[in-house]
């Protein structure tokens, strides 16, 4: 940690560019960062874990394929079924994306469930915020702030995270039917006391997922009716890691974070849904200014999640009073713009 | 005091009623729910529309005057404790459900709406908002927003920054910030989540967009006896190590089980050390399931009973005496003091054995309740404030045991805030480094520190004055020496 540490106080000084890489798994997100690589992969282990208290504490480059493992053998797992996008995926790449999977509805998001980070500033100051109780309201919420920052406010060294039990029944509930259909069908069954944990609407098939203790499982699956589908492990794997048909291909693919109950995007191109609705995935060449246009129209957002970077950056603009606030608090943070310079937004 | 011409202005902004500045109408904003500390305010305002609270903010900005945001006035760490030169905003007149959306689950709301009328307006499409803070059926959403509040029910449901999807608010030079919205997320840096808990010193929230939850077909709970603190502690870990995320984990010692008896008769075990609440919730079968590995739990470690009620009436009971431990502990002593710390779960008998420690050092009775699922403890002292120096003498007492949370691992605060109450033991909890990032956002939002100044955040000046010891979670200097 401490030649970490070396690095950034040397590059400070230097006035040097710096871009944080863990396993290296998400290169490909976000916009292109400017400097040379910090490597943090290296930073890695569990610090501690006790499962009585619902809580994990990891170096950032842990892997996040190793805590799956170790929390699977207490049966319990991470609420927010954050997707790898590689096997060298680690637990500080993946909270700095902000990246969450099937379950983020029902059971919260990656930024819902750090309790506590240890973070490197851009000055090269270790600095602890939050801790690793569950109730905390002591000083502002930095923890949650660095997630989904991607590194730009300082480098994630480690964190603590609510986990929870690992539920003792699954189920996949599969049914034909159109997009609009699915999207009202994921809507209403999210408004009824369900065991839901996911919802999806990919190729033409509408997926549920149920989970619980067997009993209420079975009772809500004798409810829903529908088709069961075998090997949904797999099914709900290749749609958290885009190895699904669906995401193939070399057309640009699009994120847009959207209110759950808007209909099919008027958009050209193919369109999967997933957070019960919230998230919608679109393949499609169509410019990027009308994607964004199209998703602001309908109260959302939109960033383009794989494909050539246009010059503008790929994640929606934000306005301007807003913009302004990201300013002053990066300077805050990293008063040189040394870390990941570019990587969210082209001037910061 | 305030300048007569901010006054002035003030009036001519809005209309009479809702500018106050004598002293009998000011004085019912001089304290909130933590009333040991009490402060006029210069003048108090209460707009009714956002239009309103900009202007407030823009005139107050530009004349250099402190802002500070009141909801319900419920807080217990006097966030919303006013200053002589200060308008208080009184935000209660916000207090309209502007849209909701059953089938998005959402609900628009302004910040002056009490907790408990969004769930009396969802439950019409069986729904409701989740976080339940005791005081909810007085407390704002804009006062929970600021606190990030909790409830009983965290463990499974989450906090406010759990259960919010987006809000509006203003800064200090009027502009408005639209951070999230009908979405689960947005672009950028996540302002949403530093919202929360921030105790109105970022901005002023207009509006709130809360996630609505479909109601749980049944609820039932467990009422468990044990012969030692240990071994409820023991029991607790037991549950959520074997897989049930309960939806409410009490616990309360003798002290408490005793108090809220007396008041409530909910039929609690008078012979017991500690007793636990055990809640779990769903559909009929989920609920069944639940209850009999809970009962299975509970026997194999160390519950001299279980019992789970036998009916409604008798759930509510015994949740009443959970819910009426305060004012049972207020029949007990003229005054109470109200502790807010979380600590690791497993530390919980070392930080009860503290706590009798210190109690005996001061002479000041402690009774406890405890969110046991989420390590949140609330130790209640008792004490007359017509003896001299008792107050004193109990916030001396208050503020060792919060230290004794940190030492464990914990937190000085849970979900009351630091207000102004705890802002000393901050310099416990962080170290100079991280109080000056916490300044460093105050900067960033309010760079006149004129959103509710002093509070929350120490200056490091007053750490240093203070001496205060800065203890790392678990890491003390001499761990040799024993410390309670």
């Known amino acids: 940690m401490q030649t970490l540490v070396d690095q950034v106080k040397d590059a400070y000084l230097a006035r040097r560019m710096l871009q944080i890489r863990g396993g290296g798994s998400k290169d490909w997100y976000g916009n292109a960062a400017q400097g040379s690589v910090i490597d943090v992969s290296g930073h890695s282990g569990i610090v501690e874990y006790a499962p009585a208290e619902l809580v994990l504490t990891a170096k950032a480059g842990t892997r996040l394929a190793e805590i799956e493992t170790v929390l699977a053998a207490n049966n319990q797992m991470l609420s927010f079924e954050p997707p790898h996008y590689g096997d060298s995926a680690t637990l500080g790449g993946t909270l700095a994306c902000g990246f969450s999977g099937a379950r983020r509805p029902y059971s919260g ?52 995270v609510k986990v929870v039990p690992r539920p003792a029944a699954t189920v996949t509930l599969q049914y034909e039917l159109d997009q609009a259909a699915s999207i009202v069908r994921m809507n209403e069954l999210a408004g009824q006391p369900l065991p839901l944990t996911a919802a999806a609407w990919i190729n033409g098939v509408l997926s549920l997922r149920l989970e619980g203790n067997a009993a209420a499982v079975l009772a809500a699956q004798a409810k829903l009716g529908g088709d069961i589908l075998d090997h949904a492990a797999d099914f709900w794997l290749a749609a958290r890691e885009h190895t699904a048909p669906f995401f193939a291909g070399e057309t640009p693919l699009w994120r847009l974070s959207v209110p759950p109950t808007v209909p099919p995007l008027d958009l ?20 990027a200014a009308s994607i964004y246009a199209a998703a602001a129209r309908i109260g959302g957002h939109a960033a383009l999640y794989r494909g050539a970077r246009p010059q503008t950056g790929v994640f929606h603009a934000l306005p301007a009073a807003v913009m302004a606030l990201h300013r002053r608090l990066k300077t805050q943070f990293d008063p040189h713009g040394i870390l990941n310079r570019g990587r969210l937004y082209s001037d910061f | 005091m305030i300048a007569d011409s901010v006054i002035r202005d003030l009036r001519a902004l809005l209309p009479s009623a809702a500018v106050l500045t004598a002293d009998e109408d000011t004085a019912v904003y001089e304290s909130d729910g933590l009333s040991a500390y009490r402060c006029r305010p210069g003048a108090v305002v209460l707009p009714e529309t956002e239009t309103q609270v900009i202007a407030i903010l823009r ?100 906090l406010t920054v759990h259960n919010v999807l987006g809000v509006r608010a203003v800064t200090i030079d009027g502009e408005i910030l639209q951070l999230g919205g009908d979405c689960l997320d947005s672009p950028g840096y996540d302002l949403l989540a530093l919202l929360h808990g921030s105790e109105g010193m970022l901005a002023v929230i207009t509006e709130i967009t809360v996630k609505l939850l479909p109601k749980p077909e049944h609820a039932q709970v467990i009422l468990a006896a044990f012969d030692s603190v240990e071994t409820a502690g023991a029991a607790v870990g037991a549950i959520i190590a074997g897989g049930i995320l309960p939806a409410g984990l009490e616990m309360m010692d003798r002290p408490a089980i005793h108090a809220a008896e007396a008041f409530i008769h909910a039929n609690y075990p008078l012979d017991a050390a500690a007793i636990l609440l055990v809640e779990v919730d769903g559909t009929t079968e989920e609920m069944a399931e639940d209850l009999r590995c809970v009962h299975d739990i509970l026997a194999a470690n160390g519950a001299t009973s279980a019992r789970t009620a036998v009916d409604d009436t008798e759930r509510l009971r015994f949740w009443a005496g959970r819910k009426n431990a305060f004012p049972a502990v207020g029949r007990l002593s003229p005054d109470y003091y109200c502790m807010d710390g979380t600590i690791p779960r497993r530390a919980l008998p070392a930080v009860l054995y503290g706590i009798e420690v210190l109690s005996e050092e001061y002479g ?31 916030e001396q007492l208050g503020a060792r045991i919060l230290e004794l949370c940190v030492q464990y691992g914990g937190t000085i605060t849970g979900e009351h805030g630091v207000g102004m109450e705890k802002i000393d033991q901050m310099c416990v909890q962080f170290r100079a480094l991280e109080l000056a990032a916490f300044h460093g956002i105050k900067a960033a939002f309010d760079p006149a520190g004129l959103l509710n100044p002093g509070k929350a955040v120490p200056t490091l000046q007053r750490c240093a004055e203070l001496g205060a010891m800065h203890v790392h979670a678990g890491q003390l200097s001499h761990p040799h020496l024993p410390r309670f």
């Open chain 1, 109 to 160: 998001s990656a930024r819902d469930a750090v309790l506590g980070v240890q973070i490197l500033d851009g000055r090269g100051d270790l600095l602890n915020f939050g801790g690793k109780v569950i109730k905390n309201v002591a000083g502002y919420d930095i923890s949650r702030l660095t997630v989904g920052a991607l590194g730009t406010l300082g480098i994630i060294l480690q964190a603590s």
């Open chain 2, 364 to 394: 000041l009775r402690v009774a406890n309740v405890f969110h046991a699922g989420d390590g949140n403890l609330h130790p209640l002292i008792l004490y007359d404030a017509n003896i001299p120096g008792e107050l004193h003498k109990t």
């Open chain 1, 268 to 287: 050209p191109g193919k369109q999967a849904v997933t957070w019960g609705g919230a998230q919608r995935w679109l393949k499609s060449a169509t410019p």
């Open chain 2, 59 to 158: 005139l107050c900005h530009a004349a250099g005057v402190p802002v500070i945001a009141r909801g319900s006035g419920t807080g217990l760490s006097g966030g919303a404790l006013p200053r002589e030169d200060s308008v208080l905003l009184g935000l209660a007149k916000l207090n309209k459900i502007l849209h909701l959306d059953p089938l998005a689950r959402s609900a628009r709301v302004q910040p002056g709406v009490r907790n408990l009328a969004i769930s009396g307006e969802a439950a019409a499409y069986g729904l409701y908002y989740a976080p339940d803070p005791s005081s909810q059926i007085a407390c704002s959403i804009g006062g929970n927003v600021a606190e990030n509040s909790g409830g009983v029910h965290c463990l499974k449901y989450g």
